[in-house]
């Protein structure tokens, strides 16, 4: 089946570090996959996305790369910044055959802190 | 501005009783979606529904119902049969897939917390 595993939290970083969130997925055929943010008491947003092998999304100083070989699409920023405190979704999009409907199927979220 | 509202954002149920909760959108989506969240455990797909009057189940969708009578509207009721109601409810909209792909991406409102008196 579908399925997305990201590493487990809370991640807690300094302002300025070097943040990584590891996140691989399990599916066949060619997911699209993206990352989602989520702050405090709020609905989810879209952060980047990827529709297929060897893309690399990019947005707000994050970026990750769709890689099929190791099936996986890690988050990364250089620098953290407190304003990125939040909580992180990886999710893969999968279509079933005949369907116009893209259904998502997301890791458990990984919860970042950064201190000043 | 376009968007997804959710509504309240606060919810009490008592035992034994049904709530229901309101999604609208104005982005003229045709796909609009439920979801619960857990902590800890990410977001878990209850319904879904592709075009007026017509709706899937999801992965968890005992005790739960909705309606579509609405193109921008979606409620989901949460009966008295759910048993652990207590739970962040998102509700998304997208447009259906084209062809090509690449333009469905999902937009959520900003949930509605029901706890249980």
């Known amino acids: 089946g579908n399925s997305v595993t990201q590493m487990e939290g809370p991640v807690t970083l300094s302002e300025e570090a070097f943040l990584t969130i590891n996140c691989t997925y399990t599916?066949?055929?060619?997911?699209?996959l993206f990352w989602y943010v989520q702050y405090p008491g709020e609905g989810l947003q879209l952060l980047l996305k990827?529709?297929?092998?060897?893309d690399k999304g990019s947005n707000k100083g994050f970026e990750a790369t769709y890689r099929k070989e190791t099936t996986s699409f890690h988050l990364e920023k250089g620098s953290v910044q407190v304003s990125d405190s939040a909580v992180y979704f990886c999710a893969l999009r999968k279509r079933d055959r005949g369907s116009t409907l893209g259904r998502l199927y997301f890791g458990r979220g990984t919860q970042l802190t950064v201190w000043p | 501005d376009g968007g997804i509202t959710q509504s309240p954002k606060y919810l009490f149920r008592k035992e034994g009783q049904n709530v229901t909760l309101s999604c609208e959108q104005n982005?003229?989506?045709?796909?609009m979606y439920w979801y619960r969240q857990d902590p800890g455990q990410g977001l878990r797909l209850i319904y879904y529904?592709?075009?007026?009057?017509?709706?899937q189940k999801g992965d968890i969708a005992e005790g739960y119902s909705v309606s579509r009578e609405k193109k921008e509207s979606f409620p989901l009721t949460v009966t008295s049969a759910q048993k652990n109601p207590t739970a962040f409810y998102l509700c998304a909209s997208s447009i259906l897939l084209q062809p090509t792909g690449g333009r469905d991406i999902q937009y959520f409102g900003a949930g509605t917390r029901l706890s249980v008196l």
């Open positions: 982005l003229n989506h045709d796909a």
């Open positions: 990827a529709t297929k092998a060897d």
């Open positions: 529904s592709q075009i007026v009057n017509d709706f």
């Open positions: 599916a066949t055929g060619y997911p699209s």
